[in-house]
């Protein structure tokens, strides 16, 4: 059962920019737990893309960045790339379900 | 380089039992633990559990807890999962993850394994 609600799909033409949202309450990013995205490309195992909210592993293009406020975390993608074509998830702690990690429920990006 | 290796894939009947392996390599296993992520075809990624390496502490999930069972073995480097009384919806691909601790990031991830659930 996915607590974090991401949108189903966006999209973007190569250079521009697009964002995805990931929201949830106040048990798991408003409790001040850190959220992690990962990007899924088609057939493969996810692969971590930001860390602690905006942190970007080394190796990963800083046209990748996240940001979070409030309840909301959000993954920011700019100058789209044809490679960028994947799922994203965003990923958090919530303490109500008496310790769980939860993801989001996932968000396509398709570069037109 | 840090690396998970997972076990090859799995075609059981219903009610039936599997047993999922994850060897580690490139770092000291016991220095962190390991989550186990599953995705049913076409849908999204649902968290399991993690195990300490360290000390075989886990922290199931709610909707799991009583079928899964996950275990490590440090001589080897490798984390097991079980998940007993298969139903067809645990139809899916089983991914391993290091994680230093239950609430921490998974970095990195293993290749998957399929798990096949049908009469």
């Known amino acids: 059962q996915s607590v974090l609600t991401q949108p189903p799909s966006v999209s973007g033409a190569p250079g521009q920019r697009v964002t995805i949202s990931c929201t949830g309450s106040s048990s798991n990013i408003g409790a001040g737990y850190d959220v992690h995205w990962y990007q899924q490309l088609p057939g493969t195992a996810p692969k971590l893309l930001i860390y602690g909210n905006s942190n970007r592993p080394s190796g990963v293009p800083d046209r990748f960045s996240g940001s979070k406020s409030g309840t909301s975390a959000s993954l920011a993608i700019t100058g789209l790339q044809a490679e960028d074509e994947a799922d994203y998830y965003c990923q958090s702690y919530d303490s109500s379900l008496s310790g769980s990690n939860v993801f989001g429920t996932g968000t396509k990006v398709t570069v037109l | 380089q840090v690396q998970l290796v997972q076990s090859g894939a799995e075609v059981k009947k219903p009610g039936a039992s599997v047993k999922v392996s994850c060897k580690a390599s490139g770092y000291t296993f016991t220095s962190y633990g390991i989550s186990w992520v599953r995705q049913a075809p076409g849908q999204g990624l649902e968290w399991m559990g993690w195990?300490?390496?360290?000390?075989?502490?886990?922290n199931y999930a709610q909707k799991l807890q009583g079928r899964v069972t996950m275990t490590t073995d440090t001589s080897t480097s490798t984390a097991y999962m079980e998940l007993r009384s298969l139903r067809s919806d645990d139809t899916a691909v089983y991914y391993c993850?290091?994680?230093?601790?239950?609430?921490?990031?998974?970095?990195?991830w293993g290749q998957g394994t399929l798990v096949t659930v049908s009469s």
């Open positions: 993850a290091r994680a230093r601790a239950a609430a921490e990031v998974f970095d990195p």
């Open positions: 195990i300490s390496a360290y000390n075989g502490n886990t």
